[in-house]
T-cell receptor, first 116, second 114 residues
Framework: GAVVSQHPSWVICKSGTSVKIECRSL??????MFWYRQFPKQSLMLMAT?????????EQGVEKDKFLINHASLTLSTLTVTSAHPEDSSFYIC????????????FGPGTRLTVL | AQKVTQAQTEISVVEKEDVTLDCVYE???????LFWYKQPPSGELVFLIR??????QNEISGRYSWNFQKSTSSFNFTITASQVVDSAVYFC???????????FGKGTRLHILP
């Protein structure tokens, strides 16, 4: 099956620093990738839809200047949390659509961010 | 509006018991897809099943089975002879042809007690 990786799997940083999370589709090309955020004991919340070669589409309430998304190639999307604060601590999960006309998203293993 | 409701927040059963996780969905689209995902303590989402709106056949995969009923807008998931390794959070989800976004339910936390 399709494999999606994320790096790093966990990161601890100081308040005010920026953190970059990578999402890669390992064995397929993904024109569309998604970024989710999950707080403890809660469901996944879609943050943005990332399309290769174009600007990401952010969900309502998600600050695009805070969460920078770059989808530079068909196998890589990055999420940068800028000037991170403790309230940004969360579990960030990416997913990728395999192909164009498809309906199944494959999820990465997630990145746990802790901001001190 | 599209919505997925998992009314059971948390369930605990003793090992070897059967357990059913409920999922009720809402959508006005006639073409849609339903999913179940498992999220163990490690956090990684594990894909379990995808079902499209035109296929109401129930499915069985080992100890897992799914009951899709359009008449009640439900897509319930049953684990037979539960095992401790089944302990996880289970999410039901919906997507439609309108866009690629997945709407997740709030999840059901399942505890299988030894």
């Amino acid at each position: 099956g399709a494999v999606v990786s994320q790096h790093p799997s966990w990161v601890i940083c100081k308040s005010g620093t920026s953190v970059k999370i990578e999402c890669r589709s390992l064995d397929f090309q993904a024109t569309t990738m998604f970024w989710y955020r999950q707080f403890p004991k809660q469901s996944l919340m879609l943050m943005a839809t990332s399309n290769e070669g174009s600007k990401a589409t952010y969900e309502q309430g998600v600050e695009k200047d805070k969460f920078l998304i770059n989808h530079a190639s068909l196998t890589l999307s990055t999420l940068t949390v800028t000037s991170a604060h403790p309230e940004d601590s969360s579990f960030y999960i990416c997913s990728a659509l395999q192909g164009i006309l498809t309906d199944t998203q494959y999820f990465g293993p997630g990145t746990r961010l802790t901001v001190l | 509006a599209q919505k997925v409701t998992q009314a059971q927040t948390e369930i605990s059963v003793v090992e070897k018991e059967d357990v059913t996780l409920d999922c009720v969905y809402e959508t006005r689209d006639t073409t849609y897809y339903l999913f179940w995902y498992k999220q163990p303590p490690s956090g990684e989402l594990v894909f379990l099943i995808r079902r499209n709106s035109f296929d109401e056949q129930n499915e069985i995969s080992g100890r897992y089975s799914w009951n899709f009923q359009k008449s009640t807008s439900s897509f319930n998931f049953t684990i037979t002879a539960s095992q401790v390794v089944d302990s996880a959070v289970y999410f039901c989800a919906l997507t439609t042809n309108r866009d690629d976004k997945i709407i997740f339910g709030k999840g059901t936390r399942l505890h299988i007690l030894p």
